[in-house]
């Protein structure tokens, strides 16, 4: 039998794919799930009415360069690190977690030429967790310095960039157990 008599009308007028490899038609989509074919459809429709939510800055006010960064795990020489206004580093700034670990990564943090830097931990900084932090920096209560460079918490913070323009970051570290108690 020719393959177009076993195809349905419906593949023949292109209305179905023709296999499960092709791109979906709006029939298939359709006929798969209506309902989840019709709430899609009405999202896009209630998108393109409601235009775009977020225009770009006028030509006059500068563009907000947000640079990010995570597990450097103490290796700073050689990272070359984009130009930007903000520095986001995101978690897994050293491997022991130690407290004089942290701040030499605090330290090259600061040495970089961006406006605003922001840290959040990772679960190899253990030091920020009390439960975690090293015999070392227990007994010795050791510090972090920060100055220059912003550490989060469950917190938000707004910056100010050139232009009059405003950014708010939250960091949120948290993250679930894991590895052994020299995690965070």
Known sequence: MPEK???????FLHLRRPN???RPTILDHLLS???AWLATTLYHVLLFLRGHPFGRPPGSRPSIRVV??????????GIR???GDLLIHAGDMTNDGTAESIQRQVD????LPHLHKVV???NHDS????????AVDRESGKKVVWDGVRYLEGEMVTLAFKGDRMLNVFGAPWIPKCGDESNA
């Not at 008599?5 to 593949?11: A, D, S, W, Y």
């Not at 990010?68 to 020489?77: E, Q």
């Not at 030091?127 to 090293?134: L, P, Y």
């Open 5 to 11: 008599e076993n195809m349905g009308i419906l593949k």
């Open 20 to 22: 499960e490899w092709e």
């Open 33 to 35: 799930s209506p309902l």
């Open 68 to 77: 990010c960064l995570s597990d450097s795990h103490d290796h700073i020489a």
């Open 81 to 83: 690190v984009p130009d």
């Open 108 to 111: 090259w943090l600061r040495s």
């Open 120 to 122: 959040v931990c990772g």
């Open 127 to 134: 030091w920020f967790d009390e439960r975690s932090r090293k």
